[in-house]
């Protein structure tokens, strides 16, 4: 097995346990990329540009949150017990696809990464899920609660796709 | 009862009385909770996907016995 073969089974080994499906269906596209990429299959990189927008919104998640997190301490709000026990639930999960992730990026040797284009733009891709989920194995029930609610408000009024779009826009 | 539910969305004729359809049936109500993962509440998003593993279980081990 050569080391891009091996770093596309662990994405998509992260992608089988991820528990948010919007990463799970973020991280099997990145690794049908990959796998197609080494079969030397021709495909447009659109679909990988669609998913370069992590970094940039874990960003925003990280420093909103280092607002916002005073705040939540400061009024004492508790999180329901359903949300310690998804927090709970998760965490392995999330441990795991950060490990996945993180001997998936070693593949990607930095030799390899000036050479290709495509390559670079998955390891940072692979970096920046990296990020994210470290950031969400950070927090407690309490931000978590707090962190879900804004991410729920980003949703519903689709914040977080025009955001996400913009992004991915800006980067041509 | 929550069975019979997830069986009808599998089955291929009105006597839903196709072993194996079940399972299917739980696959597709997987997908179809995933697609909704951001406008469900995040709470009951957990409980329904909590109810379909549990199901999913409870058919495999039918599929165990049955085969």
Redesign the interface.
Known sequence: MTNLQLASRLIKKASDIQP???C?ADLKILSEFVEKKIQGKHQSLKRLKKIDYVNEITSLAISSMSIVAPLVRMTGIKA?E??E??LSDNFEANRQVKAFLVRARREFSTDLIAQDRDYATVAWIIDSFIKATSFKLGLDPQLFYAY?KII?FG??THLLEIMARIITGMKG | MHITFIGKVGGQDESNNHPGNGGQGVVELKAKL??L???L???DY??VKQLLSEAEGILEKHDGVTK
Do not use: A, Q, T
Request: with cysteine; charged share 50%.
């Open positions: 948010c499906p919007v799970k329901p359903l949300y026990k998804i879900d729920r949703y519903k | 995933d697609e993962y951001k406008v509440p995040r709470d957990y409980r």
